[in-house]
């Protein structure tokens, strides 16, 4: 596994709310966004909608959902599929774990092998 | 029926009947599937009035899925007409009989036909020159006419005829807006939105006159537009932009239940067991059985195609959400949820310009309506206002250092 990232204190992150890992620091080749969603559960998707180039993080989140802000394109926040138009193709899902109070992001780690 | 029928054939290739296919094998739908379209693979049309037609996004961009997906979901698409729709007697499959000649039997059809532009009863509508916008061959025959020192006349200043105005001006054309509103699309966001977007025009050098056209003449390389109170303009081209009717003529001939769209419940089912619709060409049956409100959105179609998909497998569809359409012109990203025109008060928020958002109360304090230009994830929280029906106050609407989200979330 890759070496995790501390993003934030968990209260620093307001469920319905999220912030952006920009990909320098995540070592990775896209933004990541950190989602604290309204059931109080961290989840961690690629920042950029594959519909077009509208940021995930500035989208409505609800559930293990997050609906881009520009078209409505609805993404699964646990595995990243595209779950309606008018995005088509999935982006990518990251581990998140919350420890000691602390969000930790490991980029390009898929959730499901937690 | 209880069990997903063994075939599926989708007669149209736009968002509601491309929405359905998706949906249907993304739902796990392992049956045979085709989808009928004169013009093969599906394409987006919101573009048609904006980056396609400024030739920013190119035909092959337009598509909804490359051709690849197609094959990796096991689906055909088969480039054709449908000329009849034979329905069977419900316990056989229903056939389509193509203008190939070829006929293609399934257990179940979606028909999701479209609209077409609707023409006007005018003199001259035949002309060379007078277009309407609907197909991406449209686009490309209107974006020829799109050039310095072409003067378009657009019928029509709704979403389709401003969104056209706000291309054409960037392109070089002048623009001449023929609308009979004092201010157009009033009823669908909002006389103050409305104004808003009229000042756009006015901004970008977009005329409106308020008038309808009488007849369209032809003047030599030009055309005339008559106007009913007496005036005359010249144009190198006129659009009709004057909205869409419904395609149902396979629906009426099988027979089924059209009452200006194929009439369906909420999962997309027609009068004929073994036939849905959805999109567009449907309207969907309210409460006693009246015929709602046929709704032209590309979410509508999507959404509509989504729950026919599940309505055909026989699982229930997704919960209904607040009608809900954007539009861009100028620049400008404007987006509209609910109803503007129930009773109530309109409660704004911010100046004109970026961010700009009337909300509209009905008489029981709920919000009925949201209009926001460049609102981004606030009408969405609207959105959600709309649909959980809660009492809000006006005061809290008002003032923008109070986030809509987190009014949304019951958090303001």
């Known amino acids: 596994m890759s070496e995790g990232i501390r993003v934030a204190d968990v209260d620093e992150i307001d469920e319905g709310e999220a912030l952006t890992v920009d990909a320098e620091t995540a070592g990775t080749a896209d933004d990541i ?82 | 029926m209880a069990a997903a029928p ?31 379209d004169p013009v093969g693979l599906p394409y987006d049309r919101p573009p048609l009035s904006k980056a396609f037609l400024a030739g920013t996004l190119d035909r092959l961009r337009l598509q909804l899925a490359p051709a690849q997906w197609y094959e990796d979901n096991d689906t055909s698409v088969i480039a054709d007409t449908v000329d009849k729709l034979e329905p069977g007697d419900g316990a056989t499959p229903p056939v389509l009989v193509l203008d190939s000649g070829r006929e293609l039997a399934a257990d179940v059809v979606l028909l999701a036909t479209g609209a077409r532009a609707r023409r006007l009863p005018l003199p001259g509508m035949d002309l060379p020159g007078v277009l309407t916008l609907r197909s991406a061959d449209d686009a490309q025959a209107l974006q020829a006419h799109l050039v310095p020192g072409a003067h378009l006349v657009i019928l029509g200043a709704g979403l389709v005829g ?47 006159i308020r008038d309808t056209a009488a007849a369209i003449t032809a003047e030599g390389q030009s055309l005339g537009v008559e106007l009913a109170a007496g005036g005359r303009l010249s144009a190198t081209a006129v659009l009709v932009a004057a909205g869409s009717e419904p395609e149902t003529a396979l629906a009426e001939a099988a027979g089924l239940s059209v009452d200006g769209g194929v009439l369906v419940d909420g999962a997309g ?32 179609a999507r959404r509509t195609g989504e729950a026919a998909a599940a ?28 109803s503007m025109v129930v009773p109530g008060q309109t409660v704004l928020r911010g100046e004109p310009g970026p961010g700009f958002t009337a909300f509209r109360l009905g008489l029981d304090g709920r919000l009925a309506g949201v209009a926001a230009v460049d609102g981004g994830t606030a009408v969405r929280a609207a959105r959600k206002l709309i649909e959980s029906g809660r009492v809000l106050d006006p005061a809290l609407l008002q003032d923008p250092a109070v986030d809509v989200r987190r009014l949304a979330r019951g958090k303001a």
């Open chain 2, 162 to 208: 401003a969104e056209v105005a706000g291309t054409a001006r960037t392109l070089g054309a002048a623009v001449t807006l023929v609308d009979p509103a004092e201010l157009p699309s009033a009823k669908v966001v909002g006389p103050e939105m409305a104004g808003y977007l009229q000042g756009l025009h006015a901004g970008h050098g977009t005329a409106h």
């Open chain 2, 269 to 300: 089912r027609t009068s004929h067991p073994r036939i849905f619709a959805a999109g567009d060409s449907s309207r969907r049956l309210g409460p006693g059985g009246v015929p709602g409100r046929r709704f032209e959105h590309w979410d509508a």
């Open chain 2, 6 to 36: 063994a075939s599926i054939a989708v007669v149209g290739g736009g968002i509601a009947g491309f929405s359905a296919v998706r949906e249907l094998r993304r739902q796990g739908y392992t049956g045979t599937l085709s989808l009928v």
């Open chain 2, 311 to 338: 309505g055909m497998l026989g699982i229930d569809p997704p919960a209904g959400a607040a009608d809900w359409f954007w539009s861009d012109r100028y620049g400008v990203h404007l987006e509209v949820a609910g």
């Open chain 1, 33 to 114: 966004a950190v989602f604290h969603s309204d059931n109080g559960r961290f989840y961690a998707l690629n920042d950029t909608c594959t519909h077009e180039d509208a940021s995930l993080a500035d989208g409505w989140i609800e559930g293990d959902e997050v609906e881009c802000p520009v078209h409505s394109a609805r993404f699964c926040l646990r595995t990243g599929e595209a779950l309606c138009l008018p995005a088509l193709t999935n982006t990518k899902a990251h581990r998140v774990d919350v420890r000691d109070g602390a969000v930790w992001l490991y980029p390009n780690v898929s959730p499901l092998d937690a």
